[in-house]
């Protein structure tokens, strides 16, 4: 079992830039593929990013490619991701997600296993 907590989420303007924090508690933090998802009001829930366990591996969605990064680190049991160039339309609540199969880099909601309660991000113009 792990619990994952959201935290660094705000207020900044366009262009600005914002830094998340998703904080495991539980075994073997490791051992899972983490990733970052985001939700718009009225919208569905989105894929952002996804790290492997080692964190040598990572994939984005396009929309985000070259803005944010995803990082991990193991010894503090911790996700990160940051966000710069912020656009309006990045303004959404994030979410950190887990995941138990450590074969792909998964992007939909239901190959992750354990959600955190998230964080917003407003991005004004």
């Known amino acids: 079992q792990v619990q994952l907590v959201e935290s660094g989420g705000g207020l900044v303007q366009a262009g600005g830039s914002l830094r998340l924090s998703c904080a495991a508690s539980g075994r073997s933090f490791s051992n899972y593929v983490m990733g970052w998802f985001r939700q718009a009001p009225g919208k569905e829930r989105l894929f952002v990013a996804a790290?492997?366990?080692?964190?040598?591996?990572?994939y984005y969605a396009d929309s985000v490619k070259g803005r944010f990064t995803i990082s991990r680190d193991n010894a503090k049991n911790t996700l990160y991701l940051q966000m710069n160039s912020l656009k309006p339309e990045d303004t959404a609540v994030y979410y950190c997600?887990?995941?138990?199969?450590?074969?792909?880099?998964?992007?939909?909601?239901?190959?992750?296993?354990?959600w955190g309660q998230g964080t917003q991000v407003t991005v004004s113009s």
């Open positions: 790290i492997s366990g080692t964190g040598f591996n990572t």
């Open positions: 997600a887990g995941s138990r199969n450590t074969r792909r880099l998964g992007s939909a909601l239901n190959e992750y296993d354990y």
